[in-house]
């Protein structure tokens, strides 16, 4: 029988986005399960880390937004053909993750000295990453491994809408491969229908 | 023929540890090139996101360690038997990029004032992430994930001597299942052998 799949994550794209984009891709049985405040403080001490977003498959749970993005992409045909391809799609998927913990570990630092330092390099150090993303993207033929669409490519347009919100503008202007790509996967039938429908939040 | 590998990395532990030890596991063909400050000075600006670990495969160089460690582990036969042991072994693998992220970046801030309140909370933090890795390990029979040795325990174990260095005491002491999982793992036959030959620096 198809498995069943429950994500459990707040009301925001951000790390929750990538799985739910995977889900819709393979036309998965999932819920969307939405946490606002209230919820959340309630439900914390009951997650394995303390954290979300996590998956209910079958009425097991799983945590860590990359772990489960990269199972879910074995499931619905979103992996690499072999394994060179798998380490080429966990590059990039890895230095997303370098590139959003800029953002982030800027919008959340709590010291304001420490917020104000990062604030003065945080412009080039997003443009370092964008850089080298519109570069990987034109050498692979208009996504991040090989030319064709991969979850690496999911992961990280899924949740940019989050990461512009909380740096306060659309970053890939001047980018056009990427939003290229942007354009490209977000017009995917099945996430395109996801997306028509999704909570209209502004983050 | 079989692929011959060069790891490039400093003269520590830290994240090249994981590959260095998967790379022994296997006794596949590799070459361990150490950098000291001046080397990396005239190198960083040809590796791909001018950071290190990078490994280089038959001429071709890759970076993000945990990417590498993935691919390697799929070759040195410490994956998973199936889809939901890696997203098992994923899992495990993003806890631990969590928790070394709480103790580097108390480390490495460079802002007094944050650094000092990172301080104040950093012991409890420590102890929540040993607390669910020693439930972890005593929950899947003294490993990781389901009672076996995977490339989990080795991306653990490999970098520790690194991070209680910078930590400043053996953090695992009080954790016996995780003290036992170390000796484990370095215990096993081509690790140890690594191990005895390794540069004998303090991290």
Redesign the interface.
Known sequence: MAPKYKLHYFDVTALGEPIRFLLSYGNLDWEDIRYDDAKWAESKSKM???QMPVLD?DGKI???S???S??LA??VGLSGKD??E???I??A???FH?FRQKIGGWFY???P??KA?KEKDLKDQVT?YLK?FEQIVKDNNGFLVNGKLTWADVYFVAPLKYFKFIYGSDFTEGYPALQELVKKVEATPAIASYIAKRPAGDR
């Open positions: 394995p880390f303390g498959i799983y945590a860590q990359t772990a489960i990269r199972y074995k499931q394994d060179l798998n380490l080429q966990d590059q998927v890895d230095l370098d630092d709590p010291i000295e420490s330092a370092f080298k």
